[in-house]
């Protein structure tokens, strides 16, 4: 259950393998709240095992940021990127199938 006082909204993981070249990435999107009550878009992606790179974008409400999360997730989904926790679902599902 989310707690009311965190900062932190809405967070999503993507990650993308790629076994030709022996690399995974990851791409991470946060809706937050700063202690001044701004809300921030940050981005986070790079290298699995890295700390890559971040960028931050301010938006007026949560619903612009929120709308702008999905169309970034999209743009990575398009591009290979799966949902992390869709994974470790979709993986605990089979097993349970298997057994």
Do not use: C
Request: aromatic fraction near 8%; avoid cysteine; charged fraction near 30%.
């Amino acid at each position: 259950m989310p707690d009311a006082r965190s900062p932190i909204k809405h967070h999503l993981v993507l990650y993308r393998r790629d076994p030709e070249q022996g690399r995974a990435r990851f791409f991470s999107l946060m809706i937050e709240r700063d202690l001044f009550g701004t809300i921030r878009l940050v981005r986070n992606w790079g290298a699995v095992g890295s700390k890559g790179q971040e960028k931050v974008d301010i938006y007026q409400d949560e619903a612009a940021a929120a709308q702008a999360l999905a169309g970034l997730a999209e743009t990575q989904r398009q591009k290979g990127y799966t949902d992390l926790r869709s994974n470790a679902i979709t993986s605990k599902i089979i097993a349970r199938r298997a057994s």
